[in-house]
């Protein structure tokens, strides 16, 4: 997130997880992807140059 903010791009990491929110127990799935997934966001001032970098970026800063 913080590379990608850095290059002027936007990008969010509000996909959280609704553990305990929508219903009791343990959601290990929800979890993890709220900790590693990121939103993308498409509109009429993101083109395929920004496209390019933002994947540019999220290759060069992923761990794993």
Known sequence: MK???????FASSHYV???GIMAEG??????????????LFN?????????????DLILENHEG
Do not use: M, R, W, Y
């Open 43 to 55: 509109d009429h001032h993101f083109d395929a140059d920004k496209a390019a970098q933002i994947c």
């Open 26 to 39: 343990l959601a290990p799935h929800a979890d993890t992807l709220a900790a590693e997934v990121i939103n």
């Open 3 to 9: 590379a990608i903010l850095e290059a002027g791009l």
């Open 17 to 19: 997880s609704l553990t």
